[in-house]
């Protein structure tokens, strides 16, 4: 299924034996656009710290209720290695919570697999700065700090959605908006398009981009570049947000752009 990523934030997380917090955010690779892991806030339970979940640990997801239930008890999630806000994540601080969790952490495995009970997440790019993405990554958004922080050992490859929504977007001749939104694949949890608004060039549009059109990302000046013209966007199959995402629009999109299908697989319907 394909959600909206911001309409999951909020978010109850049900343990095995009660409630932990609420999502805040979602980290993801950006070298193969795999979410990584929730950020949940454990509010009063435990009072100003926050927890990384990775999505395989969710059981069920209850979108009425507003709640994701995970294979954890409370008691794991509050020994797990504690993750300081706002200084980055490093690659020891994640494979430190994945075998605190009971995962395998060596190298040439699969990125995204089994999950965190007995599968790898670290394959052998872990580490390398892949295009169309680099440059600085980090947990948080207090800048000051980051700044006094050594980002050596930091993931490279690590990004908060929350961070880059709102970032503008540039086609190859020039802007057609920013990044209002993304939406994720629940059941692969892999982000499969941004939600660019573009109401600005194009009143009152919404268009669906695929990670495939991205060409560079100025971390820096907060900004994404295409290799797609605006015509084409403009030409693009409209996408309205109250009808579903389906095998069909999905087809006409990526047939549209030319963009490569061999790890394009159809959609169920967009969860309101």
């Not at 993801?28 to 435990?46: A, C, I, K």
């Not at 060596?106 to 872990?126: K, L």
């Amino acid at each position: 299924m394909l959600q909206i990523v911001s309409h999951l934030g909020g978010y109850s997380i049900k343990a095995k034996d009660g409630l932990i917090g609420t999502t805040t955010d979602f980290l993801f690779d950006d070298s193969n656009m795999n979410v990584r892991w929730l950020v949940v806030d454990t509010g009063t339970w435990m009072t100003g710290r926050k927890v990384l979940i990775h999505p395989s640990a969710i059981g069920y997801a209850d979108h009425w209720s507003r709640e994701l239930t995970v294979e954890l008890t409370k008691s794991q999630v509050k020994d797990s290695p504690d993750i300081a806000q706002d200084l980055p994540i490093s690659l020891q601080m994640q494979r430190d919570l994945y075998k605190f969790y009971g995962g395998e952490t060596s190298a040439g495995g699969a990125i995204y697999g089994a999950g965190i009970y007995g599968g790898d997440m670290f394959g052998p790019e872990m580490g390398m700065i892949a295009p169309p993405f680099s440059a600085r990554t980090y947990f948080g958004t207090n800048k000051a700090d980051h700044a006094k922080t050594s980002t050596h050992d930091a993931d490279p490859h690590l990004r908060s959605i929350g961070e880059v929504t709102g970032y503008h977007v540039h086609a190859s001749d020039g802007s057609i908006g920013y990044v209002e939104n993304f939406l994720v694949d629940s059941e692969k949890w892999v982000v499969r398009y941004l939600i660019v608004d573009t109401s600005n060039w194009w009143f009152g549009q919404h268009v669906l981009i695929s990670p495939h059109a991205v060409k560079e990302v100025d971390w820096t000046s907060r900004y994404i570049r295409l290799d797609i013209a605006r015509i084409q966007v403009k030409a693009s199959p409209p996408w309205n947000p109250a009808v579903a995402v389906d095998e069909e629009f999905e087809n006409r999109l990526y047939d549209h752009y030319d963009w490569p299908s061999d790890e394009h697989k159809s959609a169920s319907d967009v969860h309101p």
